[in-house]
């Protein structure tokens, strides 16, 4: 699974903050210790040095059986230096080292492999990322209210939006669970506010917590960063390159409203180059628009239409818009 630097970046962020919250609590502890028993600063110091003979030791400047005194003499050192803690009406572990992660002991790896305290975090941070950029913030499966869809049957199908979107609930929500390297690509369209957008989010939420990384935008922002990138419209070019990166090598990527955008060569250019790389590399997309697979046709090259036919699983979204129900 690839991991978004960015994201990656804040977690490694907020470990390195509770790592320095956790050792000022221990300095705090430790300053404590001292001033009510001078004795364990001496202690301390003694330790250290015992430390300090097993380097000797191991770089060979010292006797090889001299190891067994120094242990023992470290042994008692640390036996002194409880007592005089309980002594001094301290829990005879105060000074005791305390990892947040006995794991990884807060370093958030263990060997190359992220430990599981920071994949915990990446994922927090992606869910907070997520929240931010949908619309609602709060999209879930549980959620999702398929009341709002009409029961009458739809004239040219002879099927209710309500059924209809059952049965595309039901994959969405299959979808999210099962999402992996062989997964398909989803094509969401229909008419505005019937639950495309909804819907990505719910799977994006899951697809998060499972630990892939997730990258969410309008066509028209993601058309904007392709844009920055090769023409360098930005006094930051790197950090329009690594955008562009983003979108093309996150686990999954939802381009949303497409046919939004003010379509050029460029926009149908990026569009392909977007689509073909990440089917290329076996990389999952969901792709929504407001425009019928026909309008889309005559907006962008057949090319992409076939890979959009082809290559994704397309659900049809019918019904009246489901924003207004909801207002009412």
Same mark, same amino acid.
């Given at each position: 699974m690839a991991t978004d630097g960015r994201i @990656? #970046?804040? #977690?490694?962020?907020? &470990? $390195?903050?509770? /790592?320095? =919250?956790?050792? $000022?609590? +221990? $300095? !705090?502890? &430790?300053?404590? %210790? !001292? #001033?009510?028993?001078? /004795?364990?600063?001496?202690?301390?110091?003694?330790? =250290?040095?015992?430390?300090?003979? @097993?380097? %000797?030791? %191991?770089?060979? #400047?010292?006797?090889? *059986?001299?190891?067994?005194?120094? /242990? &023992?003499?470290? &042994?008692? @050192?640390? $036996? *002194? =230096?409880?007592?005089?803690?309980? =002594?001094?009406? +301290?829990?005879?572990?105060y000074l005791d080292d305390e990892y947040m992660c006995q794991y990884c002991n807060d370093t958030g790896f263990i060997k190359t492999e992220m430990c599981v305290c920071l994949i915990e975090l990446y994922k927090k941070e992606q869910r907070e990322s997520l929240s931010s950029l949908f619309k609602l913030g709060c999209e879930t499966f549980d959620s999702f209210k398929l009341s709002y869809y009409g029961d009458a049957p739809a004239p040219d199908t002879g099927i209710s939006p309500r059924r209809s979107m059952e049965k595309i609930f039901e994959i969405c929500v299959e979808y999210a669970r099962n999402f992996g390297e062989k997964s398909t690509n989803l094509f969401f369209v229909g008419p505005t506010g019937l639950g495309k957008t909804f819907l990505s989010a719910c799977i994006a939420r899951v697809v998060a917590d499972s630990g892939h990384s997730v990258v969410y935008d309008v066509a028209s922002s993601i058309f904007s960063k392709f844009e920055d990138a090769k023409f360098l419209r930005t006094s930051n070019p790197e950090e329009a390159r690594a955008d562009v990166r983003r979108c093309l090598e996150c686990d999954f990527l939802i381009l949303d409203d497409l046919g939004t955008e003010m379509t050029t060569s460029f926009t149908v250019s990026a569009l392909f180059e977007l689509i073909n790389t990440r089917l290329v590399t076996g990389k999952k997309m969901i792709v929504n628009s407001n425009l019928t697979t026909d309008e889309l046709r005559r907006r962008y090259s057949e090319q992409i239409m076939s890979r959009l036919e082809g290559e994704y699983q397309v659900l049809t979204f019918r019904g009246d818009d489901i924003r207004k129900k909801r207002n009412i």
């Amino acid at each position: 699974m690839a991991t978004d630097g960015r994201i @990656l #970046a804040k #977690a490694k962020d907020t &470990l $390195e903050e509770k /790592r320095r =919250r956790n050792s $000022e609590r +221990f $300095e !705090y502890r &430790l300053q404590q %210790a !001292y #001033a009510r028993v001078p /004795r364990i600063r001496a202690i301390d110091a003694e330790i =250290r040095e015992t430390m300090t003979d @097993l380097v %000797a030791v %191991a770089l060979g #400047a010292a006797h090889v *059986q001299h190891v067994e005194d120094i /242990r &023992l003499k470290n &042994l008692d @050192l640390q $036996e *002194q =230096r409880r007592s005089e803690l309980v =002594r001094a009406g +301290f829990p005879g572990d105060y000074l005791d080292d305390e990892y947040m992660c006995q794991y990884c002991n807060d370093t958030g790896f263990i060997k190359t492999e992220m430990c599981v305290c920071l994949i915990e975090l990446y994922k927090k941070e992606q869910r907070e990322s997520l929240s931010s950029l949908f619309k609602l913030g709060c999209e879930t499966f549980d959620s999702f209210k398929l009341s709002y869809y009409g029961d009458a049957p739809a004239p040219d199908t002879g099927i209710s939006p309500r059924r209809s979107m059952e049965k595309i609930f039901e994959i969405c929500v299959e979808y999210a669970r099962n999402f992996g390297e062989k997964s398909t690509n989803l094509f969401f369209v229909g008419p505005t506010g019937l639950g495309k957008t909804f819907l990505s989010a719910c799977i994006a939420r899951v697809v998060a917590d499972s630990g892939h990384s997730v990258v969410y935008d309008v066509a028209s922002s993601i058309f904007s960063k392709f844009e920055d990138a090769k023409f360098l419209r930005t006094s930051n070019p790197e950090e329009a390159r690594a955008d562009v990166r983003r979108c093309l090598e996150c686990d999954f990527l939802i381009l949303d409203d497409l046919g939004t955008e003010m379509t050029t060569s460029f926009t149908v250019s990026a569009l392909f180059e977007l689509i073909n790389t990440r089917l290329v590399t076996g990389k999952k997309m969901i792709v929504n628009s407001n425009l019928t697979t026909d309008e889309l046709r005559r907006r962008y090259s057949e090319q992409i239409m076939s890979r959009l036919e082809g290559e994704y699983q397309v659900l049809t979204f019918r019904g009246d818009d489901i924003r207004k129900k909801r207002n009412i």
